[in-house]
């Protein structure tokens, strides 16, 4: 089966269960991408996935069609992440920290690497830099917004997205030296 | 390298990409969304059961408020109005049989008053029998008063809808539907009163409907005890439009015809009437030098008759109804309420042979009259697109039909069946 979007919203409005699976077949596979980028564990990112489009096919009747479907789910998939992990952002509180970043000379080295590679590179981060590293650089989030949605401060926001940066240029370099056989210990 | 550049980066590594979902994730989405389905029937299970022992309750009760303790009155056992004429007139009471016609039975009214000139001089009258008295019959009617039955309106109405969209999916907004409907019923037709009738029947069609006379007496009309209970039917067609998960707003235009029967007295006034028993005579003196006088009487005679009514009301009806789920599945309730505005088309009484009586169909009625409903529907989905409903509403007049006493509220159950066509 391969429904028109109009069609696809309208029989999952209806909860026919075939329109269900369809639209789950056709967003899952990013979406799962979106969760593994929030979580630590595969597990974790399961759970995001079945969570949201749990919400999703109960609260498709009010998608209103002022964006497309993929941005609507998408955001249902953020959010539920961000639930799951805001436990854990109160464990592991943000300061703000001063950071160099000088991403100069790694633009070529980012290039290089592979998305999987560098989701794993993400997943590493800590969780508070992780979350706010995914919702500025790849949800289009502000940081103003990001300080409202987390209940931390702008500056909060900031610092800690420096702090990702600045891991990830760690680690992006340290697995460039290991490849090149140059790593210093 | 800014950090626009760094972002872009980011970004673009990303676009498009996914990654394999376990299949056991599908299978638990599948799981939570029958658990919340069944879950959903049985909390609405036991509301199903509380709502159809209510239903059945009220409609148990209505019905026996309607037929047990409230009964339509029935016609008086005697004729208030004839039983004012034998009151008011002592002289003897003939029947003239060669009067009669077909059903129409007369009375000659007596009372024979001899009414002559003083100081008149007897006289010899010809082949007259000098010792009969002659007289003007003194007619004195009165309306009788009749009592009004209390009313109470029951109308049964059956529908046949056609085209009528899917209520089991209350997610769906804006959903519209149309159907035909058609119904039928009783209903009490003394709201007008029977005295606003007897006023409204048109003298000359009265009298000849009696068949004895010129014209007939108004005020001496009366129509007896009330009207019989009638026949209403409608046929009209309804459509409607789904606003939201559970609202609905619903219109149309029916076209309501009520019939019903009853019987009237009439009072027939014949003018210059040389008939039965009533004569004149010349008086001729004897001497020849007087002026011959002839006396003569003026006289009226009056006939009562009975005869058969035949009233019919038809009028327009536009309902506009709001409605509220709040059960939307293969079992369904509704609570509607809504205003009826009713237009007046036409309003006639007739006799068995149809000669109008009374055709002024503003006299008795208004041309428009409003309701109030307040009802609770129950569906049930038969088959894929047949619904069968049943709805008890009540009515409530906010203004009359009839512009002679206040229209009573009354109860009404509608049942029918729906065609879903989409």
Redesign the interface.
Known sequence: MNFSEEKLIKGC???K?AF??EL?DKY???M??VA??YSKA?QEA?DI??EA??KV??NI?NFRKDSSLAYWIKKIVVNTALNHQRSKLYLYPMVDVTELND??D??SI??S???DE??ELIRELPTGCQVIFNL???EGYKHHEISKKLDISEGTSKSQYSRA?SLLSEKILSRESYRNGTGKF | MGQGSFEDIIGKKFEGKGQEVPSGVWENVNNALNADLVSHYQSSHSRYRWLTAAAILIAISSFAIHYVTIPIQKKAETNSYNALLTKNFNSVQFQVSDLSAGHLTFSWLPAIILDKPENEPPVNIDNVDRSEELATIEIQTKTAEIELAEASNEIKSFYRTLGQSSRKKSSEKNEFWAGLEAGAGKFNPNFSGANSISNSINSSAAATAVGAGDFSNPSANAVQDGMNEGVATSVGFDFGVKIGRKWTLESGLAYTNLNNTGSASVNVLNGFSNNGEVRTGAIKPENPNQEELETSARIQTSANGEIDLNSNIQFASMPLKAGYYIMDNKFSVRLNAGVAANYLIENSLSDPSNQIISGAHSDLYNDWSFDGIGGLEFGYRLFNKIDMTIEPNYRYSITPLSNSITSPSRFVVQTGFRYTLR
């Open positions: 409005q209806k909860g269960r269900q699976q789950y899952s596979k990013g799962y991408l593994l980028r595969q399961e996935l079945q489009f749990i096919f109960k009747k991403w100069s790694k633009e980012i290039s690497l592979s998305y560098l989701l500025f650089a790849l940066k």
